[in-house]
Nanobody, 124 residues
Framework: VQLQASGGGLVQAGGSLRLSCAAS????????MGWFRQAPGKEREFVAH????????YYADSVKGRFTISRDNAKNTVYLQMNSLEPEDTAVYFC??????????????????WGQGTLVTVSS
């Protein structure tokens, strides 16, 4: 199984980026797919989740209304559209796959597969 995250970069505050997570060895439609981020010196934190069934989405309060997670089963890829970026969004972003129950989707320990991370830097 491989999850290949891409799309990170340097952007000014208020700008936008779209991250992609291309999967191989698993079908994103058969897993709950999540995005997490980790800033220097901080723990990995939940950002967003696309539920395996029903296409429901969940977000951290800090990104709600600014970020959108989506899934393209045909391309076996998950996306994270990030708008109105803030310097506090600076982090390495990781995608991950899980079959955990809904109550566990915010816990990184519940995810079985992880991508390598892509760096997002937001300048003020």
């Amino acid at each position: 199984v491989q999850l290949q995250a891409s799309g990170g970069g340097l952007v000014q505050a208020g700008g936008s980026l779209r991250l992609s997570c291309a999967a191989s060895g698993l079908s994103v439609g058969n897993y709950g797919m999540g995005w997490f981020r980790q800033a220097p010196g901080k723990e990995r934190e939940f950002v967003a989740h696309f539920r395996r069934t029903g296409s429901y989405t969940y977000y951290a309060d800090s990104v709600k209304g600014r970020f959108t997670i989506s899934r393209d089963n045909a391309k076996n890829t998950v996306y994270l559209q990030m708008n109105s970026l803030e310097p506090e969004d600076t982090a390495v972003y990781f995608c991950a796959a899980t079959r955990a129950v809904l109550s566990a989707i915010r816990d990184p320990g519940s995810y079985s597969y992880w991508g390598q991370g892509t760096l997002v830097t937001v300048s003020s």
